[in-house]
T-cell receptor
Framework: NAGVTQTPKFQVLKTGQSMTLQCAQD?????MYWYRQDPGMGLRLIYY???????DKGEVPNGYNVSRLNKREFSLRLESAAPSQTSVYFC?????????FGPGTRLTVL | DAKTTQPNSMESNEEEPVHLPCNHS???????IHWYRQLPSQGPEYVIH???SNVNNRMASLAIAEDRKSSTLILHRATLRDAAVYYC?????????????FGQGTELSVKP
């Protein structure tokens, strides 16, 4: 059981570039989430997917899109990166004991 | 989503008990009280959750006030590895679309 995995671990982008953050879980969980965490702050919910085929906006969805490709995978896309999107991004999935978080992707936008 | 209030920081000595308080005066009847912690440079980690009764697990205990407007996370013997930011979060049941909304949390430091 790998739990929740995220790729890449680190990424540097230039303003205006696009990229997709990948997330996968092998725990057969229905719900998956994307969060961002800025320095010294708590996590903020970007988007979530309650089940395969559904996605909904969280607290800070602007500038992002998501795809729930199948039950295992939930990707986050930045179409045109901005310096304000410099952050650490965490993916999570929900089980009976709560949410399981991935190790995070540290993204810097120059 | 109902809000929680926690102290910004707390300090403890190693091998002593730690009581981390959380106020949630606007909690609704179906909200669960969740605690997560985040070690430096890691993702959050589930600690414990409860609804009305006190809860114990191998990591910690959760004491919930009778009126549910406050709760306390208890680490029975703090270790250096317990130094982390602890988040108290209210969450509606999963089948009602409950989501975790993180606040600022309490940064716990543990002195040897």
């Amino acid at each position: 059981n790998a739990g929740v995995t995220q790729t890449p671990k680190f990424q540097v982008l230039k303003t205006g570039q696009s990229m997709t953050l990948q997330c996968a879980q092998d725990m057969n969980h229905n719900s998956m989430y994307w969060y961002r965490q800025d320095p010294g702050m708590g996590l903020r919910l970007i988007y979530y997917s309650a089940s395969e085929g559904t996605t909904d906006k969280g607290e800070v969805p602007n500038g992002y899109n998501v795809s729930r490709l199948n039950k295992r995978e939930f990707s986050l896309r930045l179409e045109s990166a901005a310096p304000s999107q410099t952050s650490v991004y965490f993916c999570a999935s929900t089980g009976l004991q709560g949410e399981f978080f991935g190790p995070g992707t540290r993204l810097t936008v120059l | 989503d109902a809000k929680t209030t926690q102290p910004n920081s707390m300090e403890s000595n190693e091998e002593e008990p730690v009581h981390l308080p959380c106020n949630h005066s606007t909690i609704s009847g179906t909200d669960y009280i969740h605690w997560y912690r985040q070690l430096p440079s890691q993702g959050p980690e589930y600690v414990i959750h409860g609804l009305t009764s006190n809860v114990n697990n191998r990591m910690a205990s959760l004491a919930i006030a009778e009126d549910r407007k406050s709760s306390t996370l208890i680490l029975h013997r703090a270790t250096l590895r317990d130094a982390a930011v602890y988040y108290c979060i209210l969450r509606a049941p999963y089948n009602q679309g409950g989501k975790l909304i993180f606040g600022q949390g309490t940064e716990l430091s543990v002195k040897p």
